[in-house]
């Protein structure tokens, strides 16, 4: 049965005014196939139809629920989503417009729609609703989530990423954050039609990549650093080995030999957890040309340095920042955390000859994803950074235009030929 967009409203609307009725409707198509055999995890979606539409119209019968026609079509695929899918949201997931679902407790669930938020009319009866999607979206993964544990974060089968806050921390209801995955990667020229960057700034961007030069991309939440990660990969030679080491898998580089990595977080006795830190010490043992990590959020940042400085060039990473300078001022911090205990213009020079490129993404006020800034890292001098800013955004001209000395110094094309 495919779905409807508009019909999903409407059946929504219903459900929030019927969810009683809903709620026991459910409990008996369990009981029914259960009673009667019928495992709805080995069944095709067709069959199971046809026995849940038998169901519910014994249903409609017993009770003398009123409703017509299109209201009992709703019905029939509202509980395929209850007992297959996830339920009040198995819609938004067919959606391709939809790239964030926010849920905010049991009452409100918005989306994200081309950089933008949306609320929706998806309700769900209660918090006990909310929280039985979430199970089966958690089944999968094998991942803890109740009163004692009441925070998770995890990859769907579909590779969407999934964050969850429940009680006793999250007040108003159960709390979801879903970054759906694409299907299919935005390729660079895509990226290009869509303002991400100009034909310049995509021009000197391949040509870094293929001389492996050492990337770092900064940006906020949501602007679009993976994105952008994924792209640069497909600038990257074919027999070249690419390893990947990420918190929650999203990376989907288009390379024919890329090996996947993924932590695990420690198990309900608290054992067994596997830090991206002890990832990257082992992945160096593993004859990697180029090291990329997805995020670089704690102490496995002096290990990717280090591989960075010790002939893995071309290796990327993205990090959370404001600005260039700010992710060069986190990089500090985060070395801090592993109880680095050497001087700072030390520490500065290290940084300085393991990256070569600063990479800026922002999220603009009409909700455009570009790159706003690439920067030169050039040396540590008398203990200071120096940057060479080499393109530019300007808001106010809404056109990408080359930083005030039009050209790339001499310096730079010199790193070029030696690379």
């Known amino acids: 049965m495919s779905l409807n967009p508009h019909r999903v409203q409407f059946r929504l609307r219903e459900g929030q005014e019927r969810g009683p009725y809903r709620v026991h409707l459910h409990r008996f198509l369990i009981e029914q196939l259960e009673q009667r055999g019928i495992d709805s995890l080995e069944l095709d979606r067709e069959v199971l139809t046809a026995h849940v539409t038998g169901l519910i119209d014994e249903y409609i019968a017993r009770e003398t629920v009123g409703v017509n026609v299109s209201e009992r079509e709703c019905l029939i695929e509202d509980m395929i989503n209850e007992i ?33 938020l949306q609320d929706t009319d998806i309700r769900f009866v209660d918090s006990q609703h909310v929280m039985r999607v979430l199970q089966r979206m958690l089944a999968p993964t094998g991942r803890r989530l109740d009163e004692s544990s009441p925070m998770v974060d995890a990859r769907l089968s579909d590779g969407s990423r ?55 991309v900064s940006g906020g939440t949501g602007t679009g650093k993976t994105t952008l990660l994924n792209a640069l990969g497909q600038f990257i030679e074919a027999d070249q080995r690419l390893i990947t080491i990420e918190d929650t898998a999203e990376l989907q580089l288009d390379h024919p030999h890329v090996v996947t990595l993924e932590t695990r977080p420690p198990n309900a006795e608290g054992q067994g957890e596997v830090s991206a830190r002890d990832i990257v010490r082992n992945v160096l043992r593993m004859r990697p040309d180029r090291v990329v ?15 960075m400085n010790t002939g893995h060039d071309g290796s990327m990473s993205t990090l959370h920042a404001n600005s260039p300078a700010d992710a060069l001022s ?18 500065r020079e290290m940084i300085a000859s393991a990256l070569d490129l600063l990479v800026h993404v922002s999220r603009t006020r009409d909700g455009t994803r570009r790159v706003t800034s690439i920067q030169e890292l050039v040396e540590c001098r008398d203990g200071n950074y120096v940057l060479n800013q080499l ?7 809404r056109e990408y235009r080359r930083a005030a000395n039009g050209v790339f110094n001499r310096k730079m094309s010199q790193r070029w030929e030696h690379r």
């Open 162 to 216: 999934l964050n969850a806050i429940i009680s006793p921390l999250a007040l108003d209801g159960p709390d979801i954050s879903i970054r759906k995955a694409r299907r299919e990667q935005l390729s660079t020229g895509e990226l290009l039609t869509n303002g991400a960057f100009n034909p310049d700034m995509l021009s000197f961007l391949r040509r870094a990549v293929e001389c492996r030069m050492n990337i770092l």
């Open 84 to 116: 297959l899918g996830y339920g009040p949201l198995e819609a938004l997931f067919h959606d391709p417009s939809v790239t964030d679902i926010l849920v905010n407790g049991p009452y409100r669930v918005v989306v994200e729609r081309h950089g933008k």
């Open 391 to 397: 393109f530019t955004w300007e808001a106010s001209s």
């Open 293 to 307: 990590v997805g995020e670089v959020r704690g102490v496995e940042v002096m290990d990717l340095l280090q591989a």
């Open 330 to 347: 986190r990089l500090e911090m985060l070395v801090g955390f592993t109880g680095y205990l050497g001087a700072e213009s030390t520490l």
